[in-house]
């Protein structure tokens, strides 16, 4: 009945964010009508370590996070990666009353910018999408507007990744400031500080 989608952090541990939310299932009595996906985005570094076959994709160790295409193999964007994990979660799945995506640190930011930039079209599914912000090191703001006056930052503090502006990340082609607030708050998105 529901799907739990979770993103690493930095350090691309998924294995550990995966044990953590499985824990949680588990504790809340939620195990048996929960399917856990922890996604890894590998880099460079994690195919030499793991002596992965050359034809396993892999990002730029900053990149994932904002979206940018693998390095290797078809170029995919890892939001591109998770728009294909829904579209085969609603796919396969007729049951599905709920999918939660949630992210830590920089798995966080990556969650944040997918939010609004996400190209699946779930209109037609009749479950709920639901966005889990925690502890993101960065946000991506969808207007100029800051907390306080913008007066001391530098002249590009609302560019792509602190910002919607000089955003060269492909996938966010043909997205418009208002065509990223409306998929933003399509559906809820918690932000979580701790």
């Known amino acids: 009945r529901r799907a739990v989608v979770v993103v690493h952090g930095k350090n691309r541990n998924a294995q550990s964010y995966f044990d953590a939310v499985s ?41 994932w996070k904002h979206g940018t295409k693998s390095v290797n193999g078809a170029n ?25 995506i949630a992210g830590h640190s920089a798995g966080a ?29 960065t946000y991506m703001y969808l207007s100029g507007e800051r907390p306080a006056s913008t007066q001391a930052c530098k ?14 990340v492909e996938f966010f082609g043909g997205t418009s400031p208002d065509s990223l607030w409306k998929k933003f708050t399509e559906f809820p998105v918690t932000i979580l500080l701790g």
Do not use: C, M
């Open 23 to 63: 824990r949680l299932a588990t504790e809340e009595g939620r195990a048996k009508d929960t399917l856990l996906i922890a996604v890894q985005f590998l880099t460079r570094a994690d195919i030499a370590a793991h002596q992965l076959p050359s034809n396993v994709l892999y990002w730029d160790k900053e990149g």
């Open 76 to 100: 995919i964007s890892s939001f591109e990666v998770l728009d294909q994990v829904l579209e085969r979660l609603i796919e396969y799945n007729p049951n599905l009353e709920q999918i939660v």
């Open 109 to 137: 930011q990556f969650v944040q910018k997918h939010a609004a930039a996400r190209r699946t079209n779930v209109s037609d599914w009749k479950g709920q999408l639901h966005y889990v912000v925690t502890n993101a090191g």
């Open 155 to 168: 002249a590009d503090y609302n560019n792509y990744r602190y910002g919607i502006e000089q955003n060269r």
